[in-house]
């Protein structure tokens, strides 16, 4: 366990304003309540903050914000805590800017399907909210049901269908945010027209490093009209591995793919008895979605296609619940492996699709060779893999030989010409693999961005770059993107 803390009593002649600017009930700083905070999904890396406050409002945002910048305190924003990568860690001498009360939909236009949304407002209700209208918001990571949209921009989440769709950044428009500074900025626009540079994208996958969104405007996407969903069972994890690359050469583009191997059926068999086939190695579901006469064609093909990579098994669901059931076992799968182990990593690796089956294949090697188990899931179709590596934290050694697993896992997919993420964020986990996967200038570039939102490097900080922290900078002059004329003041 790797943990941080200091003491929050010699701190509080510090908190003195920042406590001005909150009521008392939505102001936390005593040692039970900040425990809560400690950690997210990752629950390796542990820190408490120096106080939490809880605002409700943008202004009480901005102005929590500018009181950190002013005193030179570090903050952490965070909404649901499901980051799987620490970077919703709290720093030990900061706080935590907590955003689930900010989770109002501002506004939902069926015409121009957009919505404008507060940070803390969860995935799955902005779907449920435009569902009346026949419009859905597409990124489905699989803590859709608990995890937020500030949360999703940050670390820029796909899901399940974003092989089709796109990832968070696709499906942003418009971002109004307060930078670390700050200053109150707006980029982007309610139209899926944009000209000049994608600022917008920009800020999705920022890790926190940049500063909070405050509104963010969604582009919604009308519900399929049908959709066939299939599983097939193989003997082994490979042949599922092959059978995807099958599906794409076919020409056909799936609205989602994803592979479960034997142990992740295990757990989820347990926690929600989905009905998959028992004595599959790995199984595969492969989603059509999309108007009724182009999905008729296509089921077809698919069919002929899955046939030729001999499954030894394979189910087509047969109406709406079937198709939730085999898609609950798929979401539940994180939380499920708790039934088989007391603690485990999530890695968020990805490989070209065409070595998949290879990379499985070694991941199965690697297991073996380490004596820890590897639950895999992962969406398939863009190659993102998410090992489960299996271990129990009160055994002496095991969270460091599990995280040598990781790093291995790392290496792998860097090696075949991958990425150390497809979507969890490099956060404190994979920190040190940055100068790996990229060049020093490269890594020079992102840190000189980085401070261009943040020169005082307050805003989450000790995340995605490795080392220690660079001394305060002053900001003087034009923001940089306001010398572009891309982002307006307020």
């Known amino acids: 366990m790797h943990e941080f803390d200091v003491s929050s009593t010699a701190s509080d ?44 409002t943008a202004d009480e945002v901005i102005a929590a914000v500018r009181w950190c910048f002013d005193n030179d305190v570090p903050f952490v924003a965070r909404g649901s805590g499901t980051s799987l990568s620490g970077g919703s860690l709290p720093v030990a001498d900061g706080i935590v800017i907590a955003l689930n009360r900010m989770n109002r939909i501002l506004k939902l236009d069926p015409e121009s399907r957009t919505a404008v949304v507060e940070p803390g407002v969860v995935n799955l209700k902005v779907s449920q909210a435009a569902a009346p209208h026949g419009l859905y918001f597409s990124p489905d990571p699989s803590s859709q049901s608990v995890c937020t949209i500030g949360g999703n921009v940050a670390f820029n989440s796909g899901g399940a269908h974003c092989l089709k769709y796109g990832m968070t950044s696709n499906h942003v428009l418009g971002i109004k945010a307060v930078t670390a500074t700050g200053e109150v900025v707006t980029i982007g626009s309610t139209s899926t027209e944009s000209v000049g540079p994608d600022y917008t994208g920009l800020f999705c996958g920022n890790e926190g490093l940049f500063g909070i969104a405050i509104e963010i405007t969604l582009r919604l996407l009308p519900k399929p009209e049908v959709f066939h969903t299939v599983l097939v069972g193989y003997d082994s994890l490979r042949a599922a591995g092959d059978a995807v690359s099958a599906v794409i050469d076919s020409g056909l583009l799936p609205g989602a793919m994803e592979i479960m191997d034997a142990l992740s059926i295990e757990a989820a ?23 009724r006469e182009k999905i008729a064609f296509e089921r077809e093909q698919l069919s002929r296609v899955i046939a030729a990579t001999k499954p030894v098994v394979e189910m ?33 690796g990805v490989v070209p699709r065409k070595r998949l089956g290879e990379a499985l294949v070694a991941i199965e090697k690697l297991s073996r060779d380490s004596g820890i188990r590897i639950a895999n899931v992962f969406h398939a179709g863009d190659g993102n893999l998410h090992p489960l590596i299996l271990f129990d934290g009160n055994v002496d050694g095991m969270l460091h030989r599990a995280e040598a697993v990781a790093a291995e896992l790392s290496r792998l997919c860097i090696a075949m010409g991958g990425s150390i993420t497809g979507e969890h964020g490099v956060g404190m986990e994979k920190r040190d693999f940055l100068p790996h996967m990229f060049d020093e200038n490269t890594v020079d570039m992102f840190d000189r961005l980085r401070r261009a939102f943040d020169p005082k490097m307050i805003a989450n900080p000790g995340k995605m770059f490795p080392g220690t922290e660079a001394p305060a900078l002053a900001m003087t002059g034009l923001h940089p993107l306001e010398k572009a004329g891309v982002i307006q003041r307020e």
């Not at 989905?274 to 979605?289: K, Q, S, W």
């Not at 539940?332 to 007391?342: D, E, H, N, Q, T």
Request: hydrophobic content about 45%; proline content about 6%; glycine content about 6%.
């Open 13 to 56: 002649h510090r908190l003195a304003g920042l406590r001005k600017l909150f009521p008392v009930q939505r102001f936390v700083n005593d040692k039970a309540s900040r425990s809560a905070f400690e950690s997210d999904g990752l629950t390796a890396f542990r820190a408490k903050p120096l106080a939490v406050v809880i605002p409700e």
């Open 269 to 291: 068999e347990a926690a929600v008895k989905c009905d998959y086939p028992r004595g599959a190695a790995a199984v595969l579901i492969v989603e059509l979605e999309g108007p």
């Open 316 to 348: 087509v669901a047969k109406d709406d619940e079937e198709r939730m059931r085999i898609w609950k076992g798929r979401k539940s799968v994180f939380s499920a492996v708790g039934r088989l182990s007391p603690d485990f990593l999530v890695q968020d």
